[in-house]
C-alpha cells in the first residue's frame, strides 16, 4: 500500500478497502469533514464531498465540480477515489427482474464479485401497504442458457426517468461474501464465508443500482432487503453503518427497508437498542415449525433455540403498524405438512409479536438434497396459516430466467 502523508489517514479505518487507493465511499458526511479538515481543507469540502457521491452519485473524484480542481487533484494524487463498487455485468428477466454483478473496488477485492437484484413491480395491489416489502425474493433454478447478458464493463445507461415502466421496486442485497451459518438448503452457504463487506461495498451496491435505474430519491417507491447473500447479523457494525449511510446520506427510508436473519440472538438484541427511526424492518428465517425440524436444517439453533430468538425479537420496540416479518422456506416432506402449518401459526401466536408469515417454496440447487414442495402442499399451507387467522403471503418466483434468486446467489454465475 502506498504511502500516505499522516494527516490523510483515513479516520474511520473500517471502511478503507487497503488496496491500491482509498474508497472515499463509505465515510459519512461528518468522517469526511474530519478528513478533510486533517488534510487542511475547510471542513464544508466534506459535505460537498458526500453530496456528490451520495445525492449525485458521481463515481469520480475528477466529476465533483463543487471541488477546486486542485483538491481533486491533490486527493486523487494522494491515493483517494470515489471507490464505489460497480455493475459488472448485468442479466435481465423477461418479467424485469434485473441481476447485477457488482466488482468491489480495492486490491484485495480484485476478483470478488457479489449479487443484487432489482426488482421492478407494477401498480398491483400494492397502494397503502406501507412500508410493506414482501415479494418473491427467490426463484428456481433455470438453465444458464437461458441467461440473456445485457451489458458489460459499464453499463450504468441511466433509464429515462419518464419512460421507466415501474412504480414500486425492490432492490436486494448482499451484505457478505458468502456466509458462515450453514443452513442445509441455501446454496450461500456452499460458499463458507469468505469475508465481510464493508459498509461502502454494501451502500454502494445500492447506489449503483439507483443510478442505473435512475430512481428519484424521495419520489420513487424502492425497497431494501438485506437477503441476498450473507447473514447481516454477523457484520453488524458494516450492515447498520450501510444502513445509516443509506438513511442520512442518500436519502432512502428505513420503513422501506427490511433485514433478515437466521436468528443470531446477540445481533438481535444489539439491533433492538436502534433507534426506530433509523433501523429496518426485521425478518427472521423460521423455516421451521419447531426446534427439532429447526435444528437439523438450520444448525445455528442449536446456538440460539427459537424461543431464544423470539425473546431477543420481543425486545424490539416496534414502529406504529409495524410487523415482523417471518419467513418460512418449504421444503418437500421436510417442513411442509398441514401439521407444520398449525404449529407455525401457535407458534407465532404465542409470540405475542405482531406478525406475518412469507412462505418461500424452496429453490434447488446443486449438491442440496431436499425437494420442492408441490403447488398443492404450499397453498394448503398458506390457507391453514390464513384459517388459523395468521396474515401469510407466498413469495412468487421472479426472475427465474436468470438466477435471481436471493437463496441462490453467486453459486448460479460459476460456470
Ligand atoms: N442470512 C439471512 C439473509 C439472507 S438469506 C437469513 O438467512 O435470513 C434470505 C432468505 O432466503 C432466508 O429467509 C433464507 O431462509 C432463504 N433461502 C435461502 N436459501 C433458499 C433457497 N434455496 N430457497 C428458498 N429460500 C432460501
Ligand atoms: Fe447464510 Fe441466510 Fe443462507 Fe443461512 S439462509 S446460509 S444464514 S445466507
Known amino acids: 500500500m502506498r504511502e500516505k502523508p499522516a494527516q490523510l489517514v483515513p479516520l474511520d479505518a473500517a471502511d478503507a478497502s487497503g488496496g491500491q487507493s482509498e474508497p472515499l465511499f463509505g465515510f459519512d458526511a461528518e468522517s469526511l469533514s474530519r478528513l478533510l479538515v486533517s488534510a487542511g481543507e475547510p471542513a464544508f469540502r466534506g459535505n460537498q464531498i458526500a453530496e456528490a457521491m451520495y445525492r449525485q452519485w458521481l463515481s469520480e473524484i475528477s466529476e465533483i465540480s463543487t471541488l477546486p480542481a486542485a483538491l481533486r487533484v491533490k486527493l486523487a494524487a494522494e491515493g483517494w ?80 426517468p419518464e419512460t421507466k415502466d415501474w412504480s414500486r421496486a425492490t432492490v436486494c442485497i448482499s451484505s457478505q461474501v458468502g456466509c458462515a451459518v450453514n443452513c442445509q438448503f441455501c446454496l450461500t452457504a456452499k460458499l463458507g464465508l ?20 435512475a430512481v428519484r430519491i424521495g419520489r420513487d417507491r424502492v425497497n431494501l432487503v438485506f437477503m441476498g447473500m450473507g ?38 438484541e444489539r439491533f433492538a437498542l436502534e433507534p426506530p427511526d433509523l433501523r429496518p424492518k426485521l425478518a427472521i428465517s423460521l423455516n421451521a415449525p419447531n426446534d427439532t425440524i429447526r435444528a437439523e436444517i438450520m444448525p445455528i439453533n442449536r446456538k440460539w433455540p427459537i424461543s431464544e430468538v423470539i425473546a431477543a425479537v420481543r425486545l424490539v420496540p416496534l414502529r ?24 407455525v401459526a401457535r407458534l407465532v401466536r404465542r409470540s405475542g409479536l405482531p406478525a406475518k408469515v412469507n412462505l418461500i417454496a424452496w429453490n434447488p440447487g446443486p449438491g442440496i438434497a431436499y425437494t420442492m414442495p408441490s403447488p398443492e402442499a404450499v397453498a394448503i399451507f398458506h390457507e391453514l396459516l390464513i384459517g388459523e387467522g395468521i396474515a401469510a403471503y407466498i413469495r412468487q418466483p421472479r426472475g427465474r430466467d436468470i438466477f435471481a434468486a436471493c437463496g441462490q446467489l453467486k453459486r448460479t454465475m460459476e460456470a
Do not use: C
Open 81 to 160: 477515489q470515489v471507490g464505489r463498487p460497480a455493475i459488472a455485468r448485468a442479466f435481465q428477466s423477461v418479467d424485469g427482474t434485473e441481476r447485477y454483478l457488482i466488482e468491489l473496488v480495492g486490491a484485495r477485492a480484485k476478483s470478488e464479485t457479489v449479487e443484487t437484484v432489482w426488482m421492478p413491480e407494477g401498480d398491483g395491489g400494492e397502494a397503502g401497504d406501507e412500508g410493506e416489502s414482501e415479494q418473491d425474493l427467490r426463484a428456481p433454478s433455470f438453465p444458464r442458457q437461458f441467461a440473456e447478458r445485457v451489458g458489460e464493463n459499464k453499463p450504468q445507461s441511466a433509464l429515462d
Open 194 to 213: 469468505q469475508r465481510n463487506r464493508t459498509a461502502g461495498e454494501i451502500a454502494g451496491q445500492v447506489v449503483a443500482v439507483l443510478e442505473r435505474q
Open 231 to 268: 447473514e447481516p447479523f454477523l457484520n453488524y457494525d458494516n450492515f447498520m453503518a450501510a444502513v445509516r449511510l443509506l438513511v442520512r446520506e442518500v436519502g432512502l427510508s428505513p420503513r422501506r427497508m427490511t433485514v433478515s436473519t437466521s436468528g443470531i440472538v446477540p445481533g438481535i
Open 320 to 343: 406504529p403498524r409495524e410487523r415482523i416479518t417471518f419467513e418460512y422456506v418449504l421444503l418437500g416432506g421436510v417442513t411442509d405438512h398441514p401439521e407444520h402449518a398449525r404449529e
